[in-house]
Each structure stands twice: as structure tokens, then as C-alpha cells.
């Protein structure tokens, strides 16, 4: 049975910093993109990051360039998103994702996206 599941999110205030995690099992990790959508309710869903596989190329929207970090320890099986300088406007729920994807299509051919897992509420306080 394939799993991701994220673990992380929370209450912060903005200015303040989170580390959210993806573990997975069921797939052979190694062979799969990993990425970070986020979605607030009513609004289209974003694709934030994503690590390619094999090569470690990162990718990033425009609106956490600078501030969000991807990572992915293979070992584990667990891909990792750094949040800092955290804004009211970055309070969403975020998931995790596993794909073919090999360039910056990760970030939004969320159809062609191979697994989710079931999201990790972030919420920033102003």
C-alpha cells in the first residue's frame, strides 16, 4: 500500500519558521520526483516546490523563492519542506506529492502528479 504522510504543520506566527515532513512507504522512493502542493480552501491548489529525481534539481513558485527549502533524505524515504519567514498569506494546507515529472512541470502538471498524501494544515497568525 502506497503512504505519504506529512507530519509538521501547525500554529506559528508570522515571521516564524516550520520543518514539514513526507514519509513514504509502498514505492520505491528513489524513482519518484517529490514536491509540495498547497491549497487554501476555495482557491486553486499551488505548487510550491518540487526535488527531481536522480539529479536533485530544486524548483520553487515565485512566492516562497527565498524563504522555503525542499529536501529529500532517499535512506528514509522521507522528503522534507523548510518554511521560514512565514507569512498569514502561506496558511494553507500542504501536501505531499510523488511524480515522473523531470523539469519545472512539477510545479503545476498536478494532473500527471503519481501519488498525494492527505495534507498538513499550516496556519500563520499575524
Known amino acids: 500500500e502506497v503512504q505519504l504522510v506529512e507530519s509538521g504543520g501547525g500554529l506559528v506566527q508570522a515571521g516564524g519558521s516550520l520543518t514539514l515532513s513526507c514519509k513514504t512507504s509502498?514505492?520505491?522512493?528513489?524513482?519518484?520526483?517529490i514536491g509540495w502542493y498547497r491549497q487554501v480552501p476555495g482557491k486553486e491548489r499551488e505548487g510550491i516546490s518540487c526535488m527531481i529525481r536522480n539529479d536533485g534539481s530544486t524548483y520553487y513558485a515565485d512566492s516562497v523563492k527565498g524563504r522555503f527549502t525542499i529536501s529529500r533524505d532517499n535512506a528514509k524515504n522521507t522528503g522534507y519542506l523548510q518554511l521560514h519567514s512565514l507569512r498569514p498569506e502561506d496558511t494553507a494546507v500542504y501536501y505531499c506529492?510523488?511524480?515522473?515529472?523531470?523539469?519545472?512541470?512539477?510545479?503545476?502538471?498536478?494532473?500527471?502528479?503519481?501519488?498525494w498524501g492527505n495534507g498538513t494544515l499550516v496556519t500563520v497568525s499575524s
Open positions: 506529492t510523488a511524480s515522473s515529472h523531470w523539469g519545472s512541470s512539477c510545479l503545476w502538471d498536478y494532473f500527471d502528479i503519481t501519488y
Open positions: 509502498g514505492f520505491t522512493f528513489d524513482d519518484y520526483t
